[in-house]
């Protein structure tokens, strides 16, 4: 029987071939849940063109049929911000096969990318000319430039090269009527009114289908330095990192982790050792890079850090000696919410607030919410010099098997709440998707009001990712 579904599979299907149809469900299922597994969709089919004329020609159709489309990169999105409705209403529009990068140029300092490049394709890419591209985050073997720029996704670089915003100078996208937005000339002037490619970027696919971005690149990495260490409180974190800056721009890195995060790392991750041979109550990664090959970025750190030790700046550091042991720094901050799932229950909240505020955010916020859920015990850790800290929430070891499901939504209401009162953000670098969409709702109807109204200007039919941020 004909519905519209099955008539836009059709079309797809006379338009893409049979390569750029999926429709047998034991294919389709691997992409119907988000990348932590709590959210479940269904979808007839994932449509998967291999061009930007494709893409312009899915979209009509979707529009012709409304059908909407939920665009798809690598499905690691923390928010169920590509996971499709649980009705069956939409189609998953995959932008994997479009995996081409088209150009590099170290003279432009410019790459441009398909939206279905796998992130760590574009390191090796950039590092193939001698240039680098300064973005990334634990999921680069799998997450795509059209998902990091419709996530305006963060990681662990932003506090010297920003996000996807700073790092993304114009896109290419379909918008919903079908027309082709083409932003990769990377002017680094240009005052047409509005930046559209600035709307596309974090619209979380709900505006438009990225199918291209230009992305500023930056010189190799020439010589790095990694270094752990303790400090009493956040505070004294921040004012480490100010420390530093104040004499070196070469900072990239820093990342604050608690002694309980490193308790529980080294608990569950095999291979795992302390940096430091004391204890300390919080522990900051400190990654420090040159792009001149004449610098001894190593030396320079160690002295600061000495000169820091010597000032009272610091508890206690540690350089690390040679590669692997920088590495192994690393692991242990990518491997926190892993321990953490080892451990047990876990209800993760991605925030932030002014900089300054942070250390005095994360000790009052603790405090509040693990007196309000006794028994419960709160992870700050992350991104402090971006004021971004994952406020994770761990379950006590006599927590019922569904507190998650029943303590939830209150948790993350006082947390969110604990923010909000702060001035900041609910959501850093993650975005709002599916799972964060209430609480925008509840906390800034004014913002969610003023998105309704360009996300109804540029998609009247709502054909674009239903369900999501404020559809
Ligand atoms: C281990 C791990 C670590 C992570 N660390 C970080 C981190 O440090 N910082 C951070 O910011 N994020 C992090 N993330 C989250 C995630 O990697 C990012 O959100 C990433 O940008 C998602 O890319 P993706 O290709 O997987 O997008 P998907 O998950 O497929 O999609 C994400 C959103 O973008 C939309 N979308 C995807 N492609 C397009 C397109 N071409 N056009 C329009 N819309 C599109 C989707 O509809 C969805 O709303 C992490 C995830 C994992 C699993």
């Known amino acids: 029987m004909s519905d519209p579904i099955s008539d836009l599979i059709a079309a797809a299907d006379a338009r893409l071939g049979p390569k750029g149809v999926i429709s047998?469900?034991?294919?389709?299922?691997?992409?119907?849940?988000?990348?932590?597994?709590?959210?479940?969709?269904?979808?007839?089919?994932?449509?998967?063109?291999?061009?930007?004329?494709?893409?312009?020609?899915?979209?009509?159709?979707?529009?012709?049929?409304?059908?909407?489309?939920?665009?798809?990169?690598?499905?690691?999105?923390?928010?169920?911000?590509?996971?499709?409705?649980?009705?069956?209403?939409?189609?998953?529009?995959?932008?994997?096969?479009?995996?081409?990068?088209?150009?590099i140029s170290a003279d432009n300092r410019l790459a441009v990318a398909e939206a279905g490049v796998i992130l760590a394709t574009l390191h090796d890419a950039a590092d193939e000319v001698g240039m680098r591209f300064p973005l990334t985050l634990g999921a680069r073997g799998s997450c795509t430039i059209g998902g990091l720029t419709s996530t305006n996704a963060g990681g662990t670089q932003v506090l010297r090269f920003g996000t996807m915003r700073a790092l993304v100078a114009g896109v290419e996208a379909v918008l919903p009527d079908g027309s082709l937005h083409n932003g990769l000339s990377g002017l680094k002037k240009d005052n047409r009114g509005y930046s559209l490619d600035q709307l596309l970027i974090g619209a979380e696919g709900t505006l438009g289908v990225v199918t291209a971005a230009a992305l500023r690149l930056v010189p190799a990495?020439?010589?790095?330095?990694?270094?752990?260490?303790?400090?009493?409180?956040?505070?004294?974190?921040l004012a480490l990192l100010r420390w530093l800056e104040a004499r070196t721009s070469a900072i990239e890195g820093f990342e604050l982790v608690p002694a309980s995060s490193l308790e529980l790392v080294l608990r569950h991750i095999p291979g795992t050792r302390a940096p430091l041979a004391?204890?300390?109550?919080?522990?900051?990664l400190i990654e420090a890079t040159t792009a001149d090959a004449g610098a001894s970025i190593a030396a320079e750190l160690e002295q600061l850090l000495g000169e820091a030790l010597d000032s009272r700046i610091m508890g206690d550091a540690v350089i690390a000696a040679s590669e692997a042991q920088a590495e192994g720094f690393w692991r242990i901050r990518d491997s926190i919410a892993e321990a953490e799932r080892a451990e047990g229950q876990t209800l993760a909240h991605d925030i932030s607030v002014a900089v300054a505020d942070m250390p005095r955010f994360v000790v009052d916020a603790t405090t509040a919410v693990e007196r309000a859920f006794p028994g419960t015990s709160v992870s700050a850790f992350g991104h402090l010099g971006d004021?971004?800290?994952?406020?994770?929430?761990?379950?006590?070891?006599?927590?019922?098997?569904?507190?998650?499901?029943?303590?939830?939504?209150?948790?993350?209401?006082?947390?969110?709440?604990?923010v909000t009162a702060a001035g900041g953000s609910i959501s850093a670098e993650h975005g709002i998707g599916q799972l964060k969409k209430a609480e925008l709702a509840r906390l800034d109807p004014d913002r969610v009001r003023t998105l309704r109204a360009i996300k109804q200007a540029l998609d009247p039919l709502g054909i674009m990712n239903p369900g999501k941020l404020v559809s």
């Open 24 to 103: 047998d469900p034991a294919d389709i299922a691997p992409w119907l849940s988000d990348w932590r597994g709590r959210i479940h969709g269904q979808a007839r089919a994932i449509l998967a063109p291999a061009s930007t004329g494709e893409v312009v020609g899915i979209v009509r159709l979707a529009a012709e049929h409304r059908v909407p489309l939920v665009p798809q990169g690598g499905n690691t999105g923390m928010v169920a911000g590509a996971t499709p409705p649980a009705d069956g209403s939409a189609v998953l529009l995959s932008l994997r096969r479009m995996n081409r990068i088209r150009s």
């Open 221 to 237: 990495i020439a010589g790095r330095a990694v270094a752990w260490a303790g400090v009493d409180t956040p505070s004294g974190a």
């Open 278 to 284: 004391g204890e300390h109550p919080w522990h900051v």
């Open 387 to 418: 004021g971004n800290i994952h406020f994770h929430v761990r379950a006590g070891s006599r927590a019922a098997p569904d507190w998650y499901e029943v303590e939830g939504e209150r948790i993350s209401r006082l947390v969110d709440d604990l």
